[in-house]
């Protein structure tokens, strides 16, 4: 039989062989990743520069034949430089985690059984990189991509020098006119693409403002006669209700994070009281970026989603220590088309 250190020699336990196995597991977390928003996009370096282009199309002049051609202005553009965000994590597989293996199955199948409980460690990790993402992709939604402890690391409204535009749908009067906010936010969203396009206006809201919206006078009868997939008087469409072009979705989403005192809390990711709109269908608006790892053999290459690298206790063989590690950048560029959306009462 071989020795736990032979077994994490062996090729199944190689660095290439576990970053391929760990990024061949499904993300099935997140509703933002459901979306299929946000785009990857690899880099060789742990920055990106984006150039920020405030110029808008004009309309050409027509000119008699042989005249001279209209020339193009250069437009005013400015370069901002953003870092990528390095997330590592570690886990243990231990000799006792792997005694109790052996002990079950016969000496040619020891291989595939330790590989097993790797593969069930690298499962739980992915999915911790998941959920990572998925607060980190819906915070930038929010303008502000937000820490596991809820610090700012990097507001887009300051970087790009915008002021987010907010809409007070006043969901506590009865005689608010929705459907005239609803079409200042698509007013608004189609005067702020500057260049980019859109297929649709999609908006996630927290329980206690979609529960205002559904129950506000104006909106009732369209919500009980909802000719969408499902009929509302016998279905559940809170995940879906299209009105005036506009998709309105409740988002439960929340994220858990330890706590100074050890223990741990949640973290809702829309603030109750509070929804946010945002543009289906762009080209380049988001994006999220990939560096490469902090490995030597990694340096300059194509950035993955994970990295996995193994490393056996040097002194007494006693562990195998998991390192797995994420890069990501999820980048919002055109900021001014969030939109928070608000209900006084």
Same mark, same amino acid.
């Given at each position: 039989?071989?020795?736990?250190?032979?077994?994490?020699?062996?090729?199944?336990?190689?660095?290439?062989?576990?970053?391929?196995?760990?990024?061949?597991?499904?993300? @099935?977390? !997140?509703?933002?990743?459901?979306?299929?928003? %946000?785009?990857?996009?690899?880099? #060789? *370096?742990?920055?990106? +520069?984006?150039?920020?282009?405030?110029?808008?199309?004009?309309?050409?002049?027509?000119?008699?034949?042989?005249?001279?051609?209209?020339?193009?202005?250069?437009?005013?553009?400015?370069?901002?430089?953003?870092?990528?965000?390095?997330?590592?994590?570690?886990?243990?597989?231990?000799?006792?985690?792997?005694?109790?293996?052996?002990?079950?199955?016969?000496?040619?199948?020891?291989?595939?059984?330790?590989?097993?409980?790797?593969?069930?460690?690298?499962?739980?990790?992915?999915?911790?990189?998941?959920?990572?993402?998925?607060?980190?992709?819906?915070?930038?939604?929010?303008?502000?991509?937000?820490?596991?402890?809820?610090?700012?690391?990097?507001?887009?409204?300051? @970087?790009? !020098?915008?002021?987010?535009?907010?809409?007070? %749908?006043?969901?506590?009067?009865? #005689? *608010?006119?929705?459907? +005239?906010?609803?079409?200042?936010?698509?007013?608004?969203?189609?005067?702020?693409?500057?260049?980019?396009?859109?297929?649709?206006?999609?908006?996630?809201?927290?329980?206690?403002?979609?529960?205002?919206?559904?129950?506000?006078?104006?909106?009732?009868?369209?919500?009980?006669?909802?000719?969408?997939?499902?009929?509302?008087?016998?279905?559940?469409?809170?995940?879906?209700?299209?009105?005036?072009?506009?998709?309105?979705?409740?988002?439960?989403?929340?994220?858990?994070?330890?706590?100074?005192?050890?223990?741990?809390?949640?973290?809702?990711?829309?603030?109750?009281?509070?929804?946010?709109?945002?543009?289906?269908?762009?080209?380049?608006?988001?994006?999220?970026?990939?560096?490469?790892?902090?490995?030597?053999?990694?340096?300059?290459?194509?950035?993955?989603?994970?990295?996995?690298?193994?490393?056996?206790?040097?002194?007494?063989?006693?562990?195998?220590?998991?390192?797995?590690?994420?890069?990501?950048?999820?980048?919002?560029?055109?900021?001014?088309?969030?939109?928070?959306?608000?209900?006084?009462?």
């Amino acid at each position: 039989m071989p020795t736990i250190l032979d077994i994490f020699n062996d090729s199944a336990f190689s660095a290439t062989s576990l970053t391929n196995a760990i990024n061949v597991v499904p993300n @099935e977390y !997140g509703r933002i990743r459901e979306l299929g928003l %946000f785009s990857s996009e690899p880099l #060789t *370096t742990t920055t990106v +520069a984006i150039e920020y282009n405030q110029g808008q199309l004009n309309l050409l002049p027509t000119r008699a034949r042989g005249a001279p051609s209209s020339l193009g202005t250069p437009t005013k553009t400015s370069l901002r430089q953003f870092a990528t965000f390095h997330i590592p994590h570690d886990d243990f597989v231990r000799a006792d985690d792997v005694q109790n293996i052996i002990a079950r199955v016969a000496a040619d199948g020891v291989r595939e059984s330790v590989m097993g409980l790797v593969n069930r460690k690298q499962a739980i990790m992915r999915r911790k990189h998941a959920v990572t993402l998925e607060h980190m992709r819906m915070s930038a939604l929010r303008g502000a991509i937000l820490d596991s402890d809820g610090s700012t690391l990097l507001n887009l409204f300051t @970087e790009f !020098g915008v002021t987010q535009k907010s809409i007070d %749908f006043v969901l506590g009067t009865t #005689t *608010t006119n929705v459907g +005239a906010k609803i079409d200042e936010l698509t007013a608004y969203m189609e005067d702020n693409l500057l260049g980019e396009t859109m297929s649709s206006i999609h908006v996630l809201a927290s329980p206690e403002w979609f529960a205002k919206f559904i129950g506000h006078t104006s909106i009732t009868d369209a919500w009980k006669y909802y000719d969408g997939a499902y009929n509302p008087m016998r279905n559940d469409v809170r995940k879906k209700f299209v009105h005036r072009g506009v998709t309105f979705e409740e988002y439960r989403g929340y994220a858990q994070y330890l706590q100074e005192d050890g223990t741990y809390a949640n973290r809702k990711h829309i603030p109750a009281g509070e929804a946010v709109a945002f543009p289906l269908g762009t080209t380049d608006t988001f994006s999220t970026y990939w560096a490469p790892a902090d490995f030597i053999d990694t340096v300059n290459t194509m950035g993955q989603e994970i990295y996995v690298r193994q490393v056996v206790d040097p002194e007494f063989q006693r562990w195998v220590k998991i390192h797995t590690q994420s890069n990501p950048l999820p980048l919002v560029k055109r900021p001014a088309l969030l939109v928070k959306l608000t209900s006084s009462n």
